[in-house]
């Protein structure tokens, strides 16, 4: 299998829009996610939605009940790609969102995920609960 399509124990490389409609299959799958300044950790009684305000952002949100805990406003024009690895902890996968300059690459982003990505992975309705 071709490494940019299944992130196991490698590094691979994907485009923020393949990313982002995978990521939202999977709420239930978050372990944590942040920026360089702040990071939403998951928890039994939070869950995780996401929203698009136009064509420039996207909007991850942590809630408890009907109360917003948090979220993170992306804007998917910064984001040059995204590259997801296994982390060293057991059944983590980081996927940082890298925003690139000429003079710079920073991960603007991260998203830590239970599982890796796998394009292959037939997509069903509704959210995957693993």
Same mark, same amino acid.
């Not at 992130?7 to 978050?30: D, K, M, R, V, Y």
């Not at 928890?43 to 917003?68: C, M, N, P, S, Y």
């Not at 057991?90 to 925003?99: A, Q, T, W």
């Given at each position: 299998?071709?490494?940019?399509?299944?992130?196991? =124990?490698? +590094? +691979?490389?994907?485009? !923020?829009?393949? !990313?982002?409609? #995978?990521?939202?299959? %999977?709420?239930?799958? $978050?372990?944590?996610?942040?920026?360089?300044?702040?990071?939403? *950790?998951?928890?039994?009684?939070?869950? #995780? %939605?996401?929203? @698009?305000?136009?064509?420039?952002?996207?909007? @991850?949100?942590?809630?408890?009940?009907?109360?917003? /805990?948090?979220?993170?406003? @992306?804007?998917?024009?910064?984001?040059?790609?995204?590259?997801? /690895? +296994?982390?060293? +902890?057991?059944?983590? *996968?980081? !996927?940082?969102? $890298?925003?690139?300059?000429?003079?710079?690459?920073?991960?603007? *982003? =991260?998203?830590?995920?239970? =599982?890796? *990505?796998?394009?292959?992975?037939?997509?069903?309705?509704?959210?995957?609960?693993?």
């Amino acid at each position: 299998m071709p490494s940019h399509q299944h992130i196991e =124990h490698g +590094a +691979a490389t994907l485009s !923020f829009p393949a !990313f982002w409609t #995978w990521l939202q299959t %999977h709420p239930n799958c $978050i372990l944590r996610a942040g920026t360089p300044e702040v990071v939403l *950790y998951d928890d039994d009684d939070l869950h #995780w %939605h996401f929203a @698009v305000e136009g064509d420039d952002t996207r909007v @991850v949100q942590l809630i408890r009940g009907k109360t917003l /805990v948090g979220e993170i406003v @992306v804007a998917p024009g910064d984001i040059t790609y995204v590259q997801g /690895v +296994a982390s060293e +902890a057991e059944d983590e *996968y980081m !996927f940082e969102l $890298i925003s690139e300059t000429e003079s710079d690459r920073v991960a603007a *982003y =991260h998203v830590v995920l239970s =599982h890796g *990505y796998d394009a292959e992975a037939t997509p069903t309705p509704g959210r995957a609960v693993h």
